[in-house]
């Protein structure tokens, strides 16, 4: 990931989400990959994620810590106070990767991926329903409101189906919601870390942002402008896609003198 921003939070207030329709979409997503992982074979599970030297079955473990993580937080006391906010999130991740990494290992290690996933279903199936949206939640990364947590879950959710089925050639549902909120706050996370007005970029159906300095764009057509689908969106987002590659590729258009991203991305890795 790139140098992070000082405080990014102060300079953008984030947009608000649906608690309940994030709740909805991070069971769903889920329950999505659960089925998926559940019909993997053990030679599927051998299979190399592309994600350094992760096998799909690590791959896999790490899907499901996505919520047993929300079962495992919920399960402390809570901190005073808030201290991570939603678009601080993306740039507080990269120091942590190391022991996410380590984690990953040893929960893939330690039971058979299917009794993983029954284990956290049951879980969240407890502890989610009754689970206040302003109570202060533990994280990797700090204290967080837990509504605010939970939407980082979707882009865990999300980049990491798209990351299963690129390895295994299964294909992986989207929840059209779970999609909408990881395109959404990676999208306001390149505002943040690019402020400005001068470029407009564009993620249809879910997002448009302005961001890098320059000339305000006021009125008619802008005259830099970025769109591409969600999905290449947030591969480019996450480093899993160059932008050389997705412009040779036609999966973006890029019009204009500060139409060019590839100073900013990726967001986080």
């Known amino acids: ?81 808030a201290e991570v906010g939603l678009l601080d999130w993306p740039f507080a991740t990269e120091v942590h990767a190391g022991q996410v990494a380590d984690d990953t290992r040893e929960l893939a290690a330690s039971a058979p991926i299917g009794e993983l996933y029954e284990r956290v279903a049951a879980g969240i199936a407890e502890a989610l329903p009754g689970a206040d949206d302003e109570r202060i939640t533990r994280t990797r990364v700090g204290p967080m409101r837990f509504a605010d947590f939970l939407v980082t879950r979707t882009v865990e959710l999300v980049v990491h189906s798209d990351d299963l089925a690129r390895a295994t050639g299964v294909d992986v549902p989207f929840d059209r919601q779970a999609l909408a909120a990881c395109t959404r706050l990676l999208a306001d996370a390149l505002a943040v870390k690019a402020p400005g007005a001068s470029t407009e970029v564009r993620i249809p159906p879910y997002a448009v942002v302005q961001c890098i300095e320059g000339p305000r764009h006021t009125r008619g057509t802008p005259s830099n402008v970025v769109e591409t689908d969600p999905l290449t969106w947030i591969r480019l987002a996450t480093g899993r896609t160059q932008w050389a590659d997705a412009i040779k590729e036609a999966q973006v258009s890029a019009s204009g003198e500060r139409a060019d991203l590839v100073g900013v991305l990726p967001i986080m890795g």
Not at 8 to 20: F, M, V
Request: aromatic content about 4%; glycine content about 10%.
């Open 1 to 81: 990931m790139s140098p992070v921003n000082p405080n990014p939070a102060k300079k953008k207030r984030p947009r608000t989400y649906d608690p309940a329709r994030t709740r909805a979409a991070v069971l769903a997503q889920f329950g999505h990959v659960r089925e998926v992982v559940g019909g993997l074979g053990e030679e599927q599970l051998a299979l190399p994620s592309g994600l350094g030297d992760w096998s799909v079955r690590e791959l896999a473990a790490h899907l499901s810590m996505a919520l047993g993580s929300v079962v495992r937080f919920l399960g402390e006391p809570a901190p005073a106070k």
